[in-house]
């Protein structure tokens, strides 16, 4: 008569087998059927670049589908290259530039090595990739986009009447700096996190690639007597933005009170987020005290 042997697990290692079973399943839900090979998600790549005060930098978002519904990927590894897909080559510059982890949003940031753009200073345009690489739950996606060696330089000039602020906006090429006109420049001033647009709406560079505009009267500007003025473009077609910004002497306006100035605002779209929504609770309090009364 054969031996049988039977396996009978102590209470700690059925309680861990348990808990593994429970963890493995979903874990494998969460990721959907992705995990079994030729079944991996097709994620989406979106890459944007922007210059900011004359510093380069490439972000990248992850997103896939989840159902109907378009969500962020998190912590994926992402890959940037520069020119082509390729190890990093230091004689040029070009391949690998580095690889971040995407973050809770689906965005990794890139800013672009001294050591690169050294090597890259002769350089009018640039040609960023951006890949997944090798991952088990995602396929292989990349995404590509061209950044144009541009900038804005932002001036000022005060007279007895007011302040202008004038930006000129240009691009490198073989044959020197030459202007970039009929692009629409917008104009803001920064207090903290906060920007606040002002001058006219859709205003173009002329053909010196220089549009200007003046500043509002009844601003106030920093604590140390200067304004944060920025002006930025918005390029849509290469999914970028440039812009730059700039502190100019400034004096408080004459009155003494800190209120925010429609002039300003241009319109309640443009009107600080809190004072919106403390107008909407006094208007909703007004029509419960109304209804009050009427009742009575």
Known sequence: MPLIFTYLPSRKSFFFWVAFGIFFTGH???HGSAVAGTNKITPTLTVNYRI?????????GVT?????KVVPVTNLIVNLYLTQHKKYDPATGEGWIGN???????????????????????????????SIGSDPIFKDTHDSITMADASIELFSGETAANT??????????????????QK?????????AEEIPFGRENRLTDMEGVVSEILPEDIFGNENNTITVLARFEDKENHGIIEVSRDIPWKAPKGGSNAVNQKLWSGIRNA?????????????????FVRAKKKQ
């Open 28 to 30: 494998s839900q969460t």
């Open 52 to 60: 900011t005060n004359g510093e380069k930098g490439i972000t990248v």
């Open 64 to 68: 896939r589908m989840e159902g109907e």
């Open 100 to 130: 971040h982890v995407t973050d809770q949003s689906g965005h990794v940031y890139f800013s672009l090595p001294v050591k690169v753009l050294k090597l890259k200073e002769n350089s009018h345009t640039f040609f960023f990739i951006a």
């Open 164 to 181: 202008r602020v004038v930006a000129k906006f240009s691009k490198s090429e073989e044959n020197g700096v030459v202007a970039i006109p």
């Open 184 to 192: 629409e420049i917008k104009f803001f001033v920064k207090r903290g």
């Open 272 to 288: 600080p987020v809190a004072l919106v929504i403390a107008l909407a609770m006094v208007l909703i309090m007004l029509i419960f």
